[in-house]
Structures are given as C-alpha cells and as structure tokens.
C-alpha cells in the first residue's frame, strides 16, 4: 500500500506561482512514477503531468512551459512547480502513482491517489 499527500495548495493572483508537493510513502518510492491531476468544478478530471521512475516528463499542452515536475528520490517526494498561473488553472490537484512507467497520461495508469489540495488563481 502507498500513501500519497499533497500539499502546498492556496490562493494565487494570476501571474504568480505556487509549487505542490507530494509525498508518497509505504513501499519503495523510486519503483513509481507519479502524476499530477486537476479537477476544475463541474469538469472531468484531467491530466496536467507526470514524472517517470527514472525522471522523464511529460506535460500536458495546456501547463507546458509554466510548469515544472521534479521529484526528489531521497525525500520520498515529487514537486510541481507552477508558474505564470492563470484563472484557469483553479482546481483541486491530484497526486497519483503508479507501478508502470508507460501511459502515464491516463487516470486508469495510478493505483494510488492523494485526497487533492485546491489551487485557486484570482484574475
């Protein structure tokens, strides 16, 4: 079983930044790659970025550039460092991890998830 909590969410003016955190424990964290998630109200939950065991990104279109995924083996952590924000990057964010390494665009990819941390950027 892995644990997995994020935190560093708040309260943002567009333009400015804010970086999670998430903290995965209870197995070996290296053997995960992890995601992140959003979850705008009344929308689907969508992808935003993930992070492979061996530190491979991949972003999705509508964050790339503004955000940055990193993770810190030693610390059992992964960071999503998001810059120039916009109104449209208020959500709830997802951590999630994951046993493969391969489509890690897709929900069904993650096994375990955190209980999410809101991000909202006033405009």
């Known amino acids: 079983q892995v644990q997995v909590v994020e935190s560093g969410g708040g309260l943002v003016q567009a333009g400015g930044s804010l970086r999670l955190s998430c903290v995965a424990s209870?197995?070996?964290?290296?053997?995960?790659?992890m995601g992140w998630f959003r979850q705008a109200s009344g929308k689907e939950r969508e992808f935003v970025a993930a992070?492979?065991?061996?530190?491979?990104?991949v972003y999705a279109d509508s964050v790339k550039g503004r955000f940055t995924n990193s993770r810190d083996n030693a610390q059992n952590t992964v960071y999503l460092q998001m810059n120039s924000l916009k109104a449209e990057d208020t959500a709830v964010y997802y951590c999630?991890?994951?046993?493969?390494?391969?489509?890690?665009?897709?929900?069904?990819?993650?096994?375990?998830w955190g209980q999410g941390t809101q991000v909202t950027v006033s405009s």
């Open positions: 999630a991890a994951s046993e493969s390494s391969f489509g890690l665009r897709y929900i069904s990819t993650y096994r375990y």
């Open positions: 209870g197995r070996t964290f290296n053997n995960y790659a």
């Open positions: 992070i492979s065991r061996g530190g491979s990104t």
